[in-house]
Every structure is written in C-alpha cells, then in structure tokens.
C-alpha cells in the first residue's frame, strides 16, 4: 500500500500491578472509522459482553496486555513479554497496536489482576468472547484449558488456580493456521494482508473479543434456553447447572413487561418450565418488543437463592407457509408472527478498517444496525462471520432480523477438520439461540468447503427447532442440478441483474446476493493503486439509477412470483472490494440515501399491516419482585 494514514491517540497511564505499561497507541492504517479516536486504552469496549445472561459482578480485562510472537513448542514464558498489544483487537488490526503478521502463527498474550476482596469465597470464571483460532490458557503458570474455533466464546473455572491474596498472572497461547488449513475462517485470507484485492480479505488472529472474569457460587446456572411460541402463549425455560451437590435444586424463572411481571413458574431445575405469557406483546421490525426475564437457581427446601440472573425474550414466531396467489396451487412463502414479510437487508461482511473484525467501540456496532434501519432494511445477513453477543443484542433492541451464516473455508477438510467445524457450528448455535433477532441460520456458503451438505443441515434443523436453515446459499438459477434439496430456503446468487428462483411448495426462495453497483471515492480507499473490484459505476447518480432499477425487478418478482427475501451485496466497502452503501471507514454514503429508504421500504413495508397487540397483564404484587433492568 503506498498511501498510509498516521492516527496518533494519547499514550495510556495505567497501573503497572495490572499488567499493562504506558506504551500503546494506533498504528499505522489506510483507513479508519470515526469511533477510532473515541478508544480509551483504559477502558476498553467496557460494556456487560452478555447481555442475556447478565449477573450483577464483573470485572473487565480488555486493555493493554503483554505481548510477543512465539514458536511451536515455546515453555511458559516466566518473563515479561517484550512488546504490549491493545486486547481485544486481533494483532493484524491497527487498533491493536500491532498491525503486523506473525510467521510462526503463534503468539504469547500475558496480563495480571487482582481478585476483589468481596470474590474470596466465589468461584471464579474467565471468559472470552472469541480467540482465533486456538487459544492455550494459563492461570498462575498453570495450564487451566484450551479452545479451538474462532468464533464461539467459552470460559473456564479457574478458581482453583488462585493464589490467595496476591497478584494473579493470565496468559494465553494463540496458535492461528489461518486460510493455510482447513478451518472456519470466513472471508480471511493470509495474504491479503500485504496484497488486497478480490473477495477476501485481511486475517484475523489472537483474541479479538472481550475477556472478563465472573464470580458465582458453588451452585450456579452455566447456561440457559428460553423458547417462546406465540401460538400457544407460552415461553419455556430449561437451564443448565453447574452442581457439586446433587441434583436437588431449583428453578424460578420471573417475565416481566415493562418492569411489571406477568409470568412466573418454579419448578425441579432438571424439567422444562413453562410460564404462559398473556396477551403477547409481539416481536416486529417496526416494534422490537423485548420482555425481562429473570432466572433464579434455588435451593431444594428452601427459597434460598443460590445463583441469580437477568436476560430478556421476545414473542415472535419465524416460519415458512403456504400463500396463493396468482396461483391454483399454494407456494411456500416467509413469515414473521403468521405474516408475510418480505426480507431485505444488505450483506454485511463484520469488518473494520481499523479494528478488523472488533468495532472500535460499542457505539460503532450499535451505529450499523441504526443506520441499516434507517436505510429503510428490515434485515441484515451476516455474512459467514459470527459477530460479539453485543451486536445481536443491539439487533434484539432495534428490531433487526438477522440471517446468520456459519463461518466457513474455502478448502476441502480432512476428517479432523470436519469433526472441528461439526462441534464448533454446535457450540455457535447453542451460544446465541436465545437472540429474537436472529432468525435464521446459512450453513454453507456458495459450495465452499462443503460436504455432506444434506446431513449437516438436517442436524442444523433438529438442533434449532425455531429458526429457519438453508443448507446452502447461492444455487444458481440456471443450474438446478447443483441445487441441495433440503432446508427450508433455496436459495440463489445473481448479482446485475437480481433473479428469481422458482417458486414451489417445499420451500421458500429469495435471492441471497445480488448487487454490487460500486464505483471508487478518492481519499476512502483501502489501496489507493489497486487491485478493486466491483467498481463498475461512474459514481452516485448512475449507481443509485441502477440500484432503484433492481428494486422494481425485486418488487416483481414479489407481487407475481412469491419470491420472499433478498440482500443487496453490500452495506460497506470492504477493503478492495468497492461496492458499498457506505465507504470502508463509513464516512461517505455512496448513494442517494433518500431515494434509496424509499424503494427499500417500498418492498416490505405495506406487509406489516396491523401488527400491534394490547399490552399484556401484570401479576398481583406478591407475584414477584416489581422489576428487573437489562
């Protein structure tokens, strides 16, 4: 790249007993978003990383930890590291203050932290939202566990590896093959780091979402699932426990409306419970209605309260039905809430100019999905990337529908490697099934990497009983033969013009990418002397002609073929890849925003109709307690 921007931030104070040393600061990019000079080094994407499951004791560890490459086979390092790096920024990242690639794969990641007195007699959790690809952890000098897969959070108990009343020492082993095997990487590419262009892009390696640490009980609920149905009125619970007593304990789970609760059930913490939800408030783009919840582990014979939390549903239902229209025969067609809604979002990559796949702060996530919104979209495919629990919550809150694919390879996979992406594609739907806004799940990717294409999404589909699949995204209209007769979607790519697939009356069809009207803005570009692609355009006015032209193909194929979705490709530039709604660093719209909400809501928004219902009772007072905040 010839062309580089220097963003200076101020050098970082911070106690030196925890780990970190006043020498970070942004590195040299191309690029970066406005939100890049809103990082404090001192405080780090600080918000709760779990909203629905949140306890009221944490203690953040983003920030600057110790740093340094390593080798295959290094011993523990009893030294401090020699350089520092800005976690949970991916060390290819500028805001990691690294920016660089490392050619053994491997790096050490060292920090320390001190137990708040009133945790003493806790056990003790560590988190991480996401490390790429495996991660090593060590407490004290003690191997605590590993992880592999770059996308799923997982944690440990570490309470066991404490050292009573001193300084306590993290690190991590970062091992990252990257695109060089057969793992789920999404769009990474090893060598587009120093060489951009074409349909991938820079890697990403080490840990790149929040770590944190978590006091509990002896006792305490390690996870849950909360299934509404709307038919029925009715949300279910079921919980996971961590127990070293048996196992006779207890759960309650609490609904609440607007701070009010109309719901509560108790019962064996091993059974379902079943709370019945009147009058629903449902779940809409238009109306993201969220309900409290709040879940209490409980001792067998007693009201004693053991472990306690707060998260949060919604009552919606997504499905596909039969419609008829213009037809003798009935089509499958997408509904929300027994509604049919057209959906249309753009495809959206995950990346940052600056941070790669971690948005500078929490602000910048939120500022997508708004502004999505504010495009006139409904839905936004995240694109084979799993993004922090943070941006689904903001979804959640904001009413966007999510198609969610699952992070895949471009290579053939050995035995090993299929095991591998089997249990983690598992470990990512369990970890964020609980997320209204996430509605349906795109196993593979336009035949990349794939394989036993039929089984997997079955296993998909039994796993998740309450979202849409598609097993894979980007059968092509005219080749028919390639198609995967399983799943709930076909689904083809076309992009200038969009097409439609045939409609049937097994499964719903939309067109998963179509698009890519883009043109280059002088002064946003991530490689100012090539190679790009997708710049096809002259610049906003022809670009935007051409896009509101493919609106009317969509509304055709709506109104006279029941075609039920599509995703214009992309919300932003990416890199070398040219064909945003916005520029990379999201400084520049590049097309007529006006014109542009106006087709798009053309497309869906006469489906919503009349879809509010009366707000739902509330329970006598001694029903539980008056409210419970997010």
Request: aromatic share 12%; hydrophobic share 35%.
């Given at each position: 790249?010839k062309?580089a921007?220097t963003l200076?931030c101020?050098?970082?104070v ?13 590195a040299d990019?191309p690029?970066?978003t406005?939100w890049?000079s ?13 909203p629905?499951?949140q306890r009221s ?7 600057v ?12 390092p009893?030294?401090a ?11 290819e ?6 920016r ?10 060292k920090?320390?932290f001190r ?11 560590l988190?991480f939202?996401a ?7 060590f ?10 897969g ?8 570490i ?5 009573v009343?001193?300084e306590?020492?993290?690190a ?9 095997e ?7 590419a090893?060598q ?16 790149w ?6 006091p509990v009980g002896?006792?305490?609920?390690t996870?849950?699932?909360?299934v ?6 009715t ?6 426990v ?6 006779g ?5 609490t609904a609440?409306w ?5 719901a ?21 783009p238009h ?6 919840l709040k879940?209490?582990l409980?001792?067998?014979d007693?009201?004693?309260?053991l ?5 949060y549903?919604a009552?919606?239902?997504?499905a ?9 025969s009935?089509v499958?067609?997408l ?5 049919f809604?057209?959906?249309?979002g ?13 948005a ?15 495009w ?7 694109h084979?990337k ?5 941006w689904?919550y903001w979804a959640?809150k ?10 895949s390879?471009f290579?053939?996979?050995?035995e090993s490697e299929k ?11 369990k ?5 209204p806004?996430?509605?349906q799940?795109v196993v593979?990717?336009e ?5 036993d ?10 796993l ?9 995204s980007?059968?092509d209209a005219?080749?028919p033969?390639?198609d995967?007769e399983?799943?709930?979607i076909?689904?083809?790519?076309h992009?200038?013009p969009?097409t439609?697939?045939f409609?049937?009356n097994r499964r719903?069809?939309v067109n ?5 009207i883009?043109?280059k803005i002088?002064g946003h ?11 096809n355009?002259?610049?906003?006015p022809?670009a935007?002609?051409?896009y509101l ?9 709506k109104?006279?073929?029941e075609l ?5 490709t992309?919300w932003?530039d ?7 709604l916005?520029t ?10 006006k014109?542009?909400?106006e087709?798009?809501?053309s ?10 219902a009366?707000a ?14 997010n």
């Open positions: 790249m062309k921007v200076f101020c050098w970082l911070v106690n030196l007993a925890h780990g970190a040393r006043p020498d970070w600061q942004i990019v690029l970066a406005p890049a809103d990082v404090d080094p001192g405080s780090v994407l600080g918000e709760y990383p779990r629905l499951m004791q944490w203690l953040n560890l983003n920030g930890w110790q740093f340094q490459q390593a080798g295959p086979g290094d011993a523990y009893q030294q590291l020699a350089e520092t790096i800005l976690v949970p920024f991916a060390w990242s500028a805001l990691s203050g690294q660089k690639v490392l050619n053994t794969h491997r790096a050490w990641y920090r320390t137990v708040p007195a009133a945790w003493q007699d806790k056990r003790l959790l988190h939202g490390v790429d690809w495996q991660a090593q952890v407490v004290n000098g003690r191997f605590v566990g590993q992880h592999q770059g996308f799923a959070p997982f944690s440990f108990d309470s066991d590896f404490i050292v009343g001193a306590q020492e993290v991590v082993n970062v091992y990252d093959p990257g695109s060089a057969g793992v789920a990487l999404g769009k990474q090893n587009r780091f120093a060489d951009p262009g074409r349909y991938t892009y820079s890697p990403v390696s080490g840990i979402q929040t770590v944190w640490l978590e002896e006792r305490y609920i996870a849950h699932r909360a509404s149905d709307i038919d029925r009125q949300l279910t619970v079921q919980a996971d961590d127990s070293h007593h048996g196992d304990l207890r759960l309650r789970a609440f607007q701070g009010n609760p109309v509560q059930a108790v019962g064996s913490r091993l059974d379902p419970l079943v709370l019945e939800i009147p009058q629903p408030q449902l779940w809409w109306s993201p209605n969220l309900y409290d879940l209490e409980l001792a067998s007693s009201d004693e309260v472990d306690q939390f707060t998260s549903f009552m919606r239902k997504i596909i039905e039969d419609r008829i229209r213009n037809r003798r009935a499958k067609v509904t929300l809430n027994h509604k809604v057209f959906q249309f753009p495809l959206d990559q995950g990346y940052w100019p600056d941070g790669l796949y971690t500078p702060t929490d602000e910048a996530l939120r500022w997508d999905i708004e502004q999505a919104k504010n006139g979209f409904n839905m936004i495919r995240k084979i799993v993004e922090p629990q943070r689904y959640d904001l009413g966007m529908l999510v198609w969610q694919d699952l992070p390879t290579k053939p996979r050995f095991t591998q992406f089997e249990t983690e594609i598992q470990q990512i739907i970890s964020f099934w609980n997320h806004s996430i509605i799940w593979f990717n035949h990349w990497g794939a394989y294409v039929e089984r997997i999404t079955r296993n998909v589909m039994a998740d009983q309450t979202r849409l699949v598609t097993g894979n980007g059968i005219g080749e033969d390639i995967y399983v799943g709930h076909k689904d083809n790519h992009y200038r969009p439609n697939p409609a049937n719903a069809v998963g990418e179509y698009g890519a883009g043109y002088s570009l991530w490689d100012s002397d090539g190679e790009w692609v997708h710049h355009y002259a610049g906003k022809e935007t002609e051409e032209r493919f609106i009317g193909m969509l509304n055709e194929f109104h006279n073929d039920s979705g599509a995703v214009y992309q932003t990416v890199e070398n890849e040219m064909n945003g916005y990379y660093d999201r400084k520049v719209e590049k097309l007529d925003h014109k542009v909400r087709a798009n809501l497309l869906w928004q006469n489906d919503l109709g009349d879809s509010v009366s739902p009772k509330a329970l006598s007072e001694d029903g539980g307690p008056e409210s419970v905040s």
